[in-house]
């Protein structure tokens, strides 16, 4: 029993290897994209006390409430340069491992709001971007940040959990102060020569203070401003008091989160998925798909090249039948062609074509056997065009097949 031809299966077909390099090209542009973005994902859920944090220590609520009062805001990662609008006011929110000179570095040309730091945040296990109060900061720890400011800054903490009752002590400040507050725990006011006191406590202390002959202002406790804090609508009145008092002019108030370590650092690959170069990238990719697509359907060696004039009975033919269709002389080859195709046809079934005989066996061949060669050689002398030189020629070859057959 003789075997058919082998077939040797792919183990992989076609369709699926360029499925494959297609979602591998996909995923390497999505993980460079993220890559680039990433900060910007990863910063919204880090709970610390920083403009862009949701905890209860965090100043996203306080960024909301402006907004909604009608003071536009702007979170700037070292980035924004202030150059397409001066801000109002700059707010400053520092953490325990800044140091005082860190602190002063960020000079700015509006005023400064300088939020003070109070507690130890611990995150939470089982909530992620929400933090657990594990104690405050030593005291001494906070005043170390205004020591390049006045080395005669102090902390001064209450203990308990009290509703403060405050003051002001600037003449003439339009700052709304209300008579009760909601509780707050371990109170935090700052206490030096070189800062004037605008908003106190009774028990000691400043809660807002201005360094003398300067724009920079100290909000000593940050309860006052926190998610926590601006549960309490007299305490959110006072914040946005406080904002409109301390700004100069109709800009935005810009939160700086660069000392919270949320800088923004230039970067090349964020710049290719980012306008102008945008299109470039796209441009690129698509570069890059075609050459992929090029290299995936080439298959094999390249050819070489042949000679510039080519040699032998093929090369002749070619040039001929490239001359005759130049000259457009065609047509003019139709009745020629059938008297060809006759010839061919006698010589198959053994005939010579000029013998008396080689009429009659064609008529024999011929009855009742589709077309006959005469209409044929009628229609060869009246092709007058390319497309019915094609036509007939493909009538006379059907007829050389049947005649041939038939005998």
Request: glycine fraction near 8%; proline fraction near 5%.
């Amino acid at each position: 029993m003789s075997m058919g031809p082998s077939r040797t299966a792919h183990i992989i077909s076609l369709r699926l290897v360029l499925g494959l390099v297609a979602a591998s090209m996909l995923s390497l542009i999505a993980f460079f994209a993220l890559l680039a973005y990433a900060p910007d994902f990863r910063d919204e859920t880090y709970g610390g006390a920083h403009a862009l944090s949701k905890s209860a220590i965090g100043f996203a609520a306080l960024r909301d409430l402006l907004r909604e009062a009608g003071i536009p805001t702007v979170v700037d990662r070292g980035a924004l340069n202030h150059g397409f609008a001066v801000p109002a006011l700059t707010v400053l929110t520092p953490e325990l491992d800044n140091s005082s000179d860190q602190v002063r570095a960020h000079e700015y040309l509006e005023p400064r709001l300088l939020i003070l730091p109070k507690w130890l945040p611990v995150g939470d296990p089982l909530q992620r971007g929400r933090v657990v109060k594990a104690g405050t900061i030593d005291a001494a720890s906070v005043a170390a940040l205004l020591k390049s400011f006045s080395a005669t800054s102090s902390i001064l903490r209450t203990r308990g959990d009290k509703p403060p009752e405050l003051s002001l002590a600037w003449p003439g400040a339009r700052l709304f102060v209300p008579a009760r507050l909601a509780d707050i725990d371990s109170l935090q006011t700052l206490r030096g020569r070189d800062w004037q006191p605008i908003i106190v406590s009774a028990r000691g202390g400043a809660l807002l203070a201005r360094l003398k002959s300067s724009d920079l202002y100290v909000l000593a406790d940050p309860d006052l401003m926190n998610t926590h804090g601006l549960r309490d609508v007299a305490t959110a009145a006072m914040a946005v008091s406080i904002v409109r008092f301390v700004g100069i002019g109709s800009g935005p108030v810009a939160f700086d989160v660069t000392l919270n370590g949320l800088r923004r650092s230039p970067s090349l690959l964020r710049d290719v998925f980012a306008p102008p170069f945008l299109g470039a990238t796209f441009c690129a990719i698509f570069a890059a798909a075609v050459l992929a697509y090029h290299a995936v359907v080439r298959f094999g060696s390249p050819l070489r090249g042949g000679r510039a004039i080519a040699l032998g009975k093929r090369a002749l033919v070619d040039n001929t039948a490239d001359l005759i269709r130049m000259m457009q002389r065609e047509p003019q080859m139709a009745v020629r062609y059938a008297v060809a195709t006759r010839n061919m046809a006698l010589d198959a079934l053994g005939a010579r074509r000029d013998s008396k005989d080689a009429d009659a066996l064609i008529d024999a061949l011929e009855r009742g056997n589709g077309v006959r060669f005469a209409e044929l050689l009628n229609d060869a002398g009246r092709a007058d065009t390319r497309s019915r030189l094609l036509d007939t020629a493909s009538e006379l070859f059907r007829w050389r097949k049947r005649i041939t057959h038939a005998a």
